[in-house]
């Protein structure tokens, strides 16, 4: 459940926002999905007219709105590209997009939703209905040049939880990204960022069922631009398979990650709700020496709370070539109500961790004690 916040203040700033933002809008060229052969009707291929849309508006040199009406809307696989005209793109999703129900159909595109070399995109609104075949119901991911100074907010993203490879939400190769006030359900990671994600701002997110919020997999190669600026606040996660997870491959790499802060993170019946984790290796094939080359360092939990349905609520295991420095725990309260549904009595957690060094501030538990 995402937290709501009520004050007169706030009310007095959401007004003149709203104000603000409908003079905005009155100014600024709307391209309609509908002027360009879309149809609500989830059957229809939308796709067309979605890029000449996105075309119009990316090579209009003013501020200017895509706009997606009430409704629902098929597309297949779709990149948006750029670098736009303008710095200041709007896409305002009022209906919702439908993915193919039939994998094929997408094929080795690796993506559902891609914007690609995009500066200044701001996504508002809508659901994104991935329907269990998409790797990605929405990637923000630049290859080259990347994306710079995203916005998405009041996003919901839906996927079966049983869904393999749907990422909700994937950040890489990318800066000045902000995902907000918005709510994921899928069968992989609700939001994820890979090599090369910087200044990264998560706040108000409910995950659920899903695999959590994660960085990584990292190090699978070994010129890799790292993970650094990332803050993950005041987020909900609900019955995933994972909390708040950092992995990197048993590889050699040069890349890393720092300078992370999860803060305010509330985890209801998680499995593994913090979780550093540099010997990924399925099938233990193609990692030399097991032993990861990515430099994990200043990673922040603060004010992490609920409940573990695995009796290792903190399992930090890092590389024994390049040992995690400066992890820092601050009121952190995880209790454990083992692996079945429904309610069950809490009892006290236990935490693993290795080939680590850190701080613990104020009230930990299960006390973090790293070897």
Known sequence: ??????????????????????????????????????????KTDSTTAFLDAW?????????????????????????FEGPCRSNDTLVRVDGTLVAPADYSVIGDAGNWILFH???????????????????????????????????LQRVTVTAPGSSPNTDGIHVGLSTLVSITNSTISTGDDCISMGPGAR???????????????????????????GVENVTVKTVNLTETTNGLRIKTWGRPSSGFVRDVLFQHAVMEGVQNPILID?????????????????????????????????????RIDCS??????????????????????????????AASCTNARGTSLTYVTPVVKCS
Request: charged content about 15%.
């Open 55 to 79: 075309s119009r508006a990316c090579s209009d040199p003013r501020p200017s709105t895509v706009y997606v009406p009430n409704g629902k809307f098929y597309i297949r696989n779709a990149t």
């Open 199 to 225: 200044n990264v701002w998560i706040e108000r997110v409910a995950c659920g069922p899903g695999h959590g919020i994660s960085i990584g997999s990292l190090g699978w190669t070994y010129q890799e631009p």
């Open 278 to 314: 540099q010997n990924y290796c399925p099938g233990n094939r193609n990692c030399p020496g097991r032993a990861s080359g990515v430099e994990v360092s200043d990673v922040r939990y603060w004010n992490v709370r609920g409940t573990s349905r695995t009796e290792v609520a903190v």
């Open 117 to 151: 070399s995009v500066d200044g995109v701001r996504i508002s609104g809508g659901i994104l209905d991935g329907q269990g075949i998409a790797l990605w119901s929405c990637k923000l991911h630049g290859q080259n040049t990347g994306c710079r100074n995203v916005n």
């Open 1 to 42: 459940m995402l937290n709501l916040y009520h004050s007169s203040s706030v009310l007095v700033a959401a007004v003149l926002f709203l104000i603000a933002t409908a003079a905005a809008s009155a100014s600024r060229p709307v391209y309609s999905v509908t002027n360009y052969g879309s149809r609500a009707d989830p």
């Open 320 to 349: 024994k070539a390049n040992p995690c420095s400066g992890i820092q725990m601050r009121d952190v309260a995880l209790a454990y109500v083992g692996s079945g549904s429904g309610s069950a009595s809490m009892e006290a957690a």
